[in-house]
């Protein structure tokens, strides 16, 4: 590679049976199947096939529940850790990233699943860590609103500590399982945590032993300044959405010297945005298909979906004017950096309620690219080797189509141009991102006693 | 069957590599692979060989943290969500029961879950339902000490009513999915659940839709006063621990004439106690597995588990002498069904403390059978006829030998008896199980209205 960079990291992003609000509507989407096993096992087997690094699920705690939504949205889904689990034993080598809110969780019970999914599937797990951001949530977890921003972010890194000293509280080779005497574990190698702050107190020890990663893989999905700050200092991957270029290249030239501030190498944390890939044999054809998705979006339920990720009801105003007058991002509790993305979107193109709605209908804030095989990897590859991305969650617009032809088209052209592994080499998540082992804190600890 | 009943239905009790404190250490167990998923898919597809109903995965949200019980104890496990949905794929017909804590767990949380692998698995999904009832596990969970005994039910039965009416949220065909109209689902037929109460306030509706089975089957493993009623009111099975046939027969006809009281039929709840079975070719080969079995046990290490079974610690006391003076079951405030019945046990046999730990250091409370697979069915069928039992949780001493035994050499002489299924004829573990699908409380008000 000209810039010295290993191979780009790619994520298959998983959210409903596509990423497109309208997913479920397209005619090659199994919309039927949005909880059957057997389409998301074919889902992660073909991400497989195409030596993705990882399969990341989204999630949230909620659906919105006002009638429009339910009537129109595909707002089911399997629950990640259970889905992940079941996908372990039909995968080998690909990731499994689950999205798990600090807000509403306790850190021992995340702790303990993380890292169970980590010895079920021998290394391959990774926790992406998010905040509640949503009204919805809060009413379903006995709070009548959700936290405030600053909490939110101050609970999320008290919580990661807490999860990452028990990870550590059995040491890697605590276990001794000698059963001639009798001795299971070095007991002077498992240790109790006894944290106590402000949001937590956890005694440890975990009840399961130190992960085949020593720590699953972390990613770290906000871009506020308390997000890029958070990631900066405890992630190992951060999954962000930039529209242009420019944008990318800022964020990822102070996000990685952010990191070095935390006096870790910038190579430990891997940035990757999110985008949706729309793939044609032609330009035109791309085209067709992006224009297929978009005529498939009910103008209400894109209202909905818009109202949905800023936070405000938009159902009162004209659908073919302006956003009406919206509050600064410093006064609202919601998604910061998404909320920003948005308003600069709808402020840079003069687009209209219905038109926002429709941009953000694919992609949900994240870039669409378009375009045959060569130019969709001509645009990876743009971003990859001028220093804006380390790799990209990819996000299908429909499963499985979407998903195949990023794989067998799209794939292919980023191997052969030497930008793509062609086959696993290592065995853990860690090893596919390029990610050191973590140190343990208690032998640290010792060491410098 | 003479006395009407059906088939005797079982269940393959999953603790660590096996029910006896000592399980690691035997010959044939496989302890180093106590973290290892093919070792676990193994049992599950052995119990599912046998026919069995349900594996059924114990769990407990601590390690006990003494020197003693962390060198000496197989004291990790997987987390049993992420490794039953594991095993789902890997299995196709036996249900999957998991033991989740209504203590320190959220009824979203646990709603989500469950009703995932319901789906993940076809309808093969349980919940054993328990409360939390060790300090340890308190201090990992921001409490000093757990909540007291009549407490901790009344949250167990709110968090109940929380989850089954958000697994009726969306009622069983309130998904349309029509491509055409852009229809996903007849919001009219999904539902919010407003719960306020004491310990919870939920909206709904939950994120996925309503269960394979309606509800998942629920277990309820308490068999204090609080437990029976609990059970009796919202349970389909009850999961118990008796030493003797009188006890058990005693149990049986209480709790089966409770379920009445709460207008329900006495086959809408099995009652399927615990117990360990130690089989021989010849009884002789039958006690000298047992003996192999109790000679692996520690002496400190089995006076540590009587002392976490009791919440006492023992240590202070001659190993050869009685129990020392210990509080009235109304003062304490643990697990108060296992407490009892150990003082009793002891009293009656006039057993020192190592004579009472050995006895409980492999059924840990729970009874004992031994002998020949003819003897073991004996003993089994006697229960099952005299109003004893619906069925029984088999917890093999040790894996994969101890059910590799059961399966191999008692389930045949059982079937042969025509007091087990030869073939699973149903689908979901209701069906296995014998048991009706609930109704849906949003309609049945509708119906009432």
Same mark, same amino acid.
């Given at each position: 590679?000209?810039?010295?960079?290993?191979? %780009? !990291?790619?994520?298959?992003?998983? %959210?409903?049976?596509? &990423?497109?609000?309208?997913?479920?509507?397209?005619?090659?989407?199994?919309?039927?199947?949005?909880?059957?096993?057997?389409?998301?096992?074919?889902?992660?087997?073909?991400?497989?096939?195409?030596?993705?690094?990882?399969?990341?699920?989204?999630?949230?705690?909620?659906?919105?529940?006002?009638?429009?939504?339910? +009537?129109?949205?595909?707002?089911?889904?399997?629950?990640?850790l259970t889905l992940l689990s079941a996908?372990?034993?039909?995968?080998? &080598?690909?990731?499994?990233?689950?999205?798990?809110?600090? =807000?509403?969780?306790?850190?021992?019970?995340?702790?303990?699943?993380?890292?169970?999914?980590? &010895?079920?599937?021998?290394?391959?797990?990774?926790?992406?860590?998010?905040?509640?951001?949503?009204? =919805?949530?809060?009413?379903?977890?006995?709070?009548?609103? *959700?936290?405030?921003?600053?909490?939110?972010?101050?609970?999320?890194?008290?919580?990661?500590?807490?999860?990452?000293?028990?990870?550590?509280?059995? @040491?890697?080779?605590a276990l001794i399982i000698d059963k !001639?005497?009798?001795?299971?574990?070095?007991?002077?190698?498992?240790?109790?945590?006894? *944290?106590?702050?402000?949001?937590?107190?956890?005694?440890?020890?975990?009840?399961?032993?130190?992960?085949?990663?020593? &720590?699953?893989?972390?990613?770290?999905?906000?871009?506020?300044?308390?997000?890029?700050?958070?990631?900066?200092?405890?992630?190992?991957?951060?999954?962000?959405?930039?529209?242009?270029?420019?944008?990318?290249?800022?964020?990822?030239?102070?996000?990685?010297?952010?990191? @070095?501030?935390?006096?870790?190498?910038?190579?430990?944390?891997?940035?990757?945005?999110?985008?949706?890939?729309?793939?044609?044999?032609?330009?035109?054809?791309?085209?067709?298909?992006?224009?297929?998705?978009?005529?498939?979006?009910?103008?209400?339920?894109?209202? =909905?979906?818009?109202?949905?990720?800023?936070?405000?009801?938009?159902?009162?105003?004209?659908?073919?004017?302006?956003?009406?007058?919206?509050?600064?991002?410093?006064?609202?509790?919601?998604?910061?950096?998404?909320?920003?993305?948005?308003?600069?979107?709808?402020?840079?193109?003069?687009?209209?309620?219905?038109q926002l709605s429709l941009r953000i209908?694919?992609?949900?804030? *994240?870039?669409? /690219?378009?375009?045959?095989?060569?130019? /969709?990897?001509?645009?990876?590859?743009?971003?990859?080797?001028?220093?804006?991305?380390?790799?990209?969650?990819? %996000?299908?617009?429909?499963?499985?189509?979407?998903?195949?032809?990023?794989?067998?088209?799209?794939?292919?052209?980023?191997?052969?141009?030497?930008?793509?592994?062609?086959?696993?080499?290592?065995?853990?998540?860690?090893?596919?991102?390029?990610?050191?082992?973590?140190?343990?804190?208690?032998? +640290?600890?010792?060491?410098?006693?």
């Open positions: 590679m000209s810039n010295g960079k290993s191979h %780009m !990291k790619l994520g298959a992003f998983i %959210m409903s049976v596509g &990423h497109h609000v309208a997913a479920w509507r397209h005619p090659e989407a199994g919309a039927t199947d949005i909880l059957n096993i057997d389409f998301y096992k074919n889902i992660a087997q073909t991400a497989e096939r195409g030596k993705f690094d990882m399969l990341f699920l989204a999630d949230v705690l909620s659906v919105q529940d006002d009638d429009v939504s339910l +009537k129109y949205k595909a707002s089911i889904c399997f629950e990640p996908l372990s034993t039909v995968t080998k &080598h690909i990731g499994l990233a689950a999205t798990i809110s600090t =807000s509403y969780n306790e850190p021992f019970h995340i702790a303990r699943k993380v890292a169970s999914l980590d &010895h079920i599937s021998r290394g391959r797990a990774a926790w992406n860590v998010v905040t509640s951001n949503l009204e =919805s949530e809060a009413l379903n977890f006995n709070r009548k609103n *959700h936290l405030e921003h600053a909490v939110r972010y101050e609970r999320a890194r008290e919580f990661l500590e807490v999860v990452k000293g028990l990870w550590d509280s059995w @040491e890697k080779d !001639k005497s009798g001795v299971f574990a070095d007991e002077k190698k498992v240790h109790t945590l006894n *944290h106590q702050k402000r949001f937590f107190s956890v005694k440890g020890p975990l009840n399961i032993s130190n992960p085949p990663q020593g &720590h699953p893989v972390i990613i770290q999905a906000g871009s506020s300044e308390a997000g890029k700050q958070l990631a900066a200092e405890t992630a190992d991957v951060i999954f962000t959405a930039w529209q242009t270029l420019k944008e990318a290249q800022a964020f990822y030239k102070e996000v990685k010297s952010l990191v @070095e501030d935390y006096g870790r190498s910038p190579e430990d944390l891997k940035i990757m945005p999110g985008v949706l890939p729309i793939i044609g044999k032609t330009e035109q054809e791309a085209k067709e298909k992006e224009q297929l998705l978009q005529e498939l979006v009910l103008p209400e339920l894109g209202v =909905s979906l818009l109202s949905g990720l800023l936070g405000i009801d938009l159902s009162p105003y004209p659908i073919d004017g302006p956003l009406p007058d919206l509050p600064n991002v410093d006064e609202i509790n919601g998604g910061k950096s998404r909320y920003q993305l948005l308003l600069d979107l709808a402020k840079r193109e003069k687009l209209t309620i219905r209908a694919g992609a949900r804030g *994240h870039r669409t /690219i378009k375009g045959t095989a060569e130019q /969709i990897a001509d645009q990876l590859e743009e971003w990859f080797i001028n220093d804006a991305a380390d790799g990209f969650n990819i %996000m299908a617009p429909y499963f499985p189509g979407g998903l195949e032809d990023f794989v067998d088209l799209v794939i292919p052209e980023l191997q052969r141009r030497g930008l793509f592994r062609t086959e696993y080499t290592g065995k853990t998540l860690r090893d596919h991102l390029g990610l050191k082992r973590p140190g343990n804190q208690f032998t +640290k600890a010792l060491e410098k006693a």
